[in-house]
Nanobody, 115 residues
Framework: QVQLVESGGGLVQPGGSLRLSCVVS????????MDWYRQYPGKRREWVAR????????DYIDSVKGRFTISRDDAKSTVYLQMNNLQPEDTAMYYC????????WGQGTQVTVSS
């Protein structure tokens, strides 16, 4: 059974940065494209970013392009989301998952951007 454990969230002022991590266990991580999602209270999760396998191709929702960077470390079975120039509208619970939400969701990590 695949487990996803997200961490790295917190409270940050507008313009600040955070780096989220997601450790994946129970899967052949290096063979899996990985996604980050976020969820606002009372809303559906929205896709934020994707990274392919070894080629490392990336894609982002328009609202985070130029501010967020997704990366991966296959040796650590970990996917990261570096978030710079955070804005209040980035406040959400953040989750990772494999392609097409293929695994059960982890607990997520809360990001709050507020002055």
């Amino acid at each position: 059974q695949v487990q996803l454990v997200e961490s790295g969230g917190g409270l940050v002022q507008p313009g600040g940065s955070l780096r989220l991590s997601c450790v994946v266990s129970g899967a052949i991580f290096s063979s899996e494209p990985m996604d980050w999602y976020r969820q606002y209270p009372g809303k559906r999760r929205e896709w934020v970013a994707r990274i392919s396998t070894s080629a490392g191709m990336t894609d982002y929702i328009d609202s985070v392009k130029g501010r967020f960077t997704i990366s991966r470390d296959d040796a650590k079975s970990t996917v990261y989301l570096q978030m710079n120039n955070l804005q209040p509208e980035d406040t959400a619970m953040y989750y990772c998952n494999g392609l097409f939400e293929r695994w059960s969701w982890g607990q997520g990590t809360q990001v709050t951007v507020s002055s």
